[in-house]
């Protein structure tokens, strides 16, 4: 049953009838009882489940950079919301239930800023090396725009980013990844944040690259950096 707060004209809490009222910071609200699902095991349920799934799985690790590259198209959501969103909507494969991530078409960063400019990304000594044309002066680039990084290693669902990375100007960039990675496959995506924080580039990606193994020439064993 629910209660009148302020006499009659005032919010209420609890449920009346079909109707749920309550506050929140100090806003009074209504809203309309929730139905019941008759079969939460739908086809069409079960589908977007598994999309979801997918996608949380592939975007979580890298939380952080998201919160960065996504923060000016949230458009009333969070960051990690908008970029599940169309993550789900874009870049997923497949028939259920055997669904994959595109990795060409997940965006790590999106915004009007001048994206990154003939750029690549190879491997070699257990590091990946990135780097791209200085594109600065071009429309809206700047020397000083911040590279914004993932690299992700997607069998394993472990990321590495870099949110304040190499300057456009300098071209490049190396990162060095983990001993346990050697022989794998990642993908690597490149963004560009300006230096006040205020313009963000669309992602760009960048392959799937094996990462290296480097060599000890000591006694001819891999080893991994």
């Known amino acids: 049953m629910g209660s009148i707060r302020k006499g009659i ?3 209420f809490a609890g449920k009346v009838g079909t109707v749920v009222g309550g506050n929140w910071k100090g806003i009074n609200y209504m809203r309309s009882l929730a139905g019941k699902v008759r079969n939460s095991r739908s086809p069409l349920q079960m589908e977007q489940r598994a999309k979801f799934a997918l996608t949380i ?28 969103s169309y993550t789900i909507l874009n870049a997923i494969t497949g028939v259920y239930p055997d669904y994959a991530i595109d990795p060409a078409k997940v965006m ?36 000083t725009d911040k590279a914004l990084i993932a690299i992700v290693n997607g069998e394993r669902g472990e990321v590495i980013t870099d949110s304040a990375g190499a300057d456009r100007m300098k071209g490049m960039q190396t990162i060095a990844l983990p001993n346990n990675w050697s022989g794998e496959t990642v993908d690597v995506y490149l963004g560009f944040i300006s230096e006040d924080g205020k313009e963000v580039a669309n ?23």
């Not at 799985?57 to 599940?84: D, E, H, I, V």
């Not at 003939?118 to 600065?136: F, H, P, Q, R």
């Not at 992602?203 to 950096?225: C, E, F, P, Q, T």
Request: aromatic share 8%.
């Open 57 to 84: 799985y592939y975007l979580k690790p890298m939380n952080a950079l998201l919160r960065t590259g996504w923060k000016f198209y949230g458009q009333g959501r969070s960051p990690m919301n908008a970029a599940m």
């Open 203 to 225: 992602s760009v990606w960048l392959g799937s690259v094996v990462v290296s193994v480097l060599i000890d020439l000591n006694d001819h064993k891999a080893d991994k950096l």
């Open 108 to 143: 790590v960063s999106v915004g009007s800023l001048t994206p990154a400019l003939n750029a690549k990304a190879t491997s070699a000594g257990g590091k990946i090396e990135l780097e791209w044309d200085d594109n600065s002066g071009v429309n809206s680039a700047k020397q």
């Open 9 to 11: 004209l005032g919010g």
